[in-house]
């Protein structure tokens, strides 16, 4: 019986890789931006342009009772997207200056590539 001579079948994989710590952040920017309401509410503050918006203005938009809306903007703030400020009774919220660009930055990370 002849013997067939072995062949590689797959190439080592090598470069630069996800970190773990680049992972867990995308991982939970992911699952704050995993929700309806919360992309609404992204989108709304994208175009404020940088100005605060009250929570109350966001209500009648997503069409959710104010609790909801607090649970939806308090994962995004978590998630390092918003900055929450407190006027009186009334909490604003604005995007955290650098926050899209930080996604960006974390999705161009390279990704495990294979050597030539």
């Known amino acids: 019986m002849r013997e067939l001579p072995l062949v590689e079948c797959?190439?080592?994989?090598s470069g630069p890789a996800l970190s773990p710590e680049a992972a867990a952040e995308l991982e939970q920017?992911?699952?704050?931006?995993?929700d309806r309401h919360r992309l609404q509410i992204l989108n709304c503050l994208?175009?404020?342009?940088?100005e605060s918006?009250?929570?109350?203005d966001l209500e009648p938009l997503l069409g959710v009772k104010q609790p909801t809306v607090s649970h939806h903007l308090k994962q995004?703030?978590?998630?390092?997207?918003?900055?929450?400020e407190k006027r009186g009774t009334y909490a604003y919220y604005?995007?955290?200056?650098?926050?899209?660009?930080r996604?960006?930055?974390?999705?161009?990370?390279?990704v495990i590539t294979r050597a030539s």
């Open 10 to 13: 797959c190439r080592p994989i």
């Open 29 to 34: 920017l992911f699952k704050a931006l995993a």
């Open 46 to 50: 994208l175009q404020a342009d940088g």
């Open 53 to 56: 918006v009250c929570v109350c």
């Open 76 to 84: 995004l703030v978590e998630a390092g997207l918003l900055e929450r």
């Open 94 to 101: 604005r995007l955290r200056l650098g926050a899209i660009e």
């Open 103 to 110: 996604i960006g930055d974390l999705l161009a990370t390279p």
